[in-house]
């Protein structure tokens, strides 16, 4: 899928189809995807793109943020934000 130029020509294309409340649940979708694809005791790395990383273990999946733990301290982190450390 990721490989194929015109599923994400076709996908554009419906997406610019979308209303604004097609769109909103499109949304939320996408968002409980990126909860999905993490599980509490996964190790991570976060941080802002050009900040500082920091490396830690999720230890709560929220709607929006995840609950990590570092040697530094806990921290509520944006799915947006992390990612599964190698």
């Known amino acids: 899928m990721k490989n ?3 599923f994400w020509i076709k996908l554009k294309e419906n997406v610019n189809k979308m209303s604004e409340k097609e769109l909103d649940i499109l949304s939320e979708m996408v968002q409980m995807a990126k909860v999905r694809a ?3 005791g996964d190790e991570v790395i976060f941080g802002r793109p050009k900040g500082r990383k920091h490396k830690g273990v ?3 999946l929220g ?3 995840a609950k990590i733990r570092t040697n530094a301290g806990e921290w509520r982190v944006p799915y947006s934000l992390m990612r599964k450390a190698a």
Do not use: T
């Open 63 to 65: 709607n929006a943020k």
């Open 38 to 40: 993490f599980s509490i």
């Open 58 to 60: 999720i230890e709560a």
């Open 4 to 6: 194929n130029p015109q």
